[in-house]
Every structure is written in C-alpha cells, then in structure tokens.
C-alpha cells in the first residue's frame, strides 16, 4: 500500500532549525516529483519547495527562500526539507505530496497543490519562544 510518512516535526524556538523528512513506501520516488506544503490554524494550505523527480529543479515560496532547503535521496525513497532560521509564522502541520513527473513540466507549476496525487499526514511544526 502506497504510504507517504512525515517526520522530523516538532517544538523550536525561533532561529532554530529542524530538517523534515518524507519516506515514501510501495513507491519508487525516481518517478515522482515531491512537494512540501503547509498548512497553518485557520489558513489555507500553501506550497513551500518542491524538487523534481531528477532533482534537477526546485521551488520554493518567497516566504522561505534562502531559510529552507529542499533534497532527495532516491536510493533510500526519501526527500528532506531543511528548514534554518525558522519564524513564528513557520508553525503549521507539514505535508509532503507526490505527483507523476509527467504531469508537471514547469518549474512554477510544481507549488500547485492540486497537481500532486498523493499526499502524506503530515508533521507539526511549531516556532514559538
């Protein structure tokens, strides 16, 4: 059964950092392209990176470029977020979403949530002092 796991969430105070990870099983990742998204108390949920299946593109909302990082390890079926100087505003369950890499073939489409097929349970982030 396809399963998309987040992990790596958590309590951290501001400025501090915390690297998410996505694990995919009953999937091989070589073929998909990964989004993170979030989704925060009474808002709506919003692309924040996304890596192509090759890795050989990446995107990233304006509100975390240059603090967030996004990386995948085909071999182990697993993609990072590496997220540094986290805010306030940061805190919000992460997902992690899939999608064929046919169906994205531009860069700026890949933050579009409703593109991506399958999608996680997401992790909780929490920024607070």
């Known amino acids: 059964q396809l399963q998309l796991v987040e992990s790596g969430g958590g309590l951290v105070q501001p400025g501090g950092s915390l690297r998410l990870s996505c694990a995919a099983s009953a999937l091989s990742l070589n073929y998909y392209h990964i989004g993170w998204f979030r989704q925060a108390p009474g808002k709506e949920r919003e692309g924040v990176s996304c890596i192509s299946s090759s890795g050989d593109f990446s995107n990233y909302a304006d509100s975390v470029k240059g603090r967030f990082t996004v990386s995948r390890d085909n071999a182990k079926d697993t993609v990072y977020l590496q997220m540094n100087s986290l805010k306030p505003e940061d805190t919000a369950i992460y997902y992690c979403?899939?999608?064929?890499?046919?169906?994205?073939?531009?860069?700026?489409?890949?933050?579009?949530?409703?593109?991506?097929?399958?999608w996680g349970q997401g992790t909780q982030v929490t920024v607070s002092s």
């Open positions: 979403a899939v999608v064929p890499k046919a169906i994205i073939t531009v860069q700026s489409m890949c933050l579009i949530e409703t593109f991506y097929w399958y």
